[in-house]
């Protein structure tokens, strides 16, 4: 009986239970990420001149604040903490963004986008190669394949703005 209720501890505890390094950088990283999204998309979603930009944006706002209440979900069951807002470099770029309008503001906003995916999918795949929480694990795997997606969609976009 005992061996029995040390064998189950042992699985509670298992390796997968704890936060390595790789996790405490992704959740952090993982946070700023959505959190610029929703800035820039917001932005887009106001003053992309093309339709299909515009409904982007939209998109990006909506998915990432679904994916950022998920991750403070799970940061909130161990009691990590997240940042709040955008980091200084999109900080920058939103300031950019609200001085452009037109094919400059769309060009411009796609390349971030694809320059950010790029970054996020990078991310993403070390957390699943390299961390170990699962909760995290389980995050990085469902919102990878839409990062992958929404890369080739801001891709398609700029090449159709690109060469009309």
């Known amino acids: 009986m005992v061996l029995t209720?040390?064998?189950?501890?042992?699985?509670?505890?298992?390796?997968?239970?704890?936060r390595n390094a790789t996790d405490l950088h992704f959740q952090v990283a993982a946070?700023?990420?959505n959190f610029d999204e929703i800035g820039t998309g917001s932005l887009a979603s106001a003053n992309a001149s093309d339709s299909?930009?515009?409904?982007?944006?939209?998109?990006m706002v909506t998915g990432y604040s679904a994916a950022e209440s998920e991750l403070k979900k799970i940061t909130?069951?161990?009691?990590?903490?997240?940042?709040?807002?955008?980091?200084?470099?999109h900080q920058a770029?939103?300031?950019?963004?609200?001085?452009?309008?037109?094919?400059?503001f769309d060009t411009t906003y796609l390349r971030g986008q694809l320059q950010d995916h790029?970054?996020?999918i990078t991310l993403y795949?070390?957390?699943?190669?390299?961390?170990?929480?699962i909760s995290l694990l389980q995050y990085a795997r469902k919102y990878l394949v839409l990062l992958q997606m929404q890369r080739m969609t801001a891709d398609s976009l700029l090449r159709a703005i690109q060469h009309p």
């Open 31 to 33: 946070s700023y990420d």
């Open 93 to 104: 770029l939103l300031v950019v963004l609200q001085k452009l309008s037109g094919a400059a």
């Open 76 to 89: 909130d069951s161990v009691q990590a903490i997240i940042p709040q807002g955008s980091d200084p470099a």
């Open 118 to 120: 790029d970054s996020s």
């Open 52 to 59: 299909s930009v515009r409904l982007f944006g939209q998109t």
């Open 125 to 133: 795949q070390s957390e699943l190669t390299n961390g170990n929480y």
């Open 5 to 18: 209720m040390r064998c189950t501890d042992a699985t509670e505890y298992s390796n997968a239970s704890y």
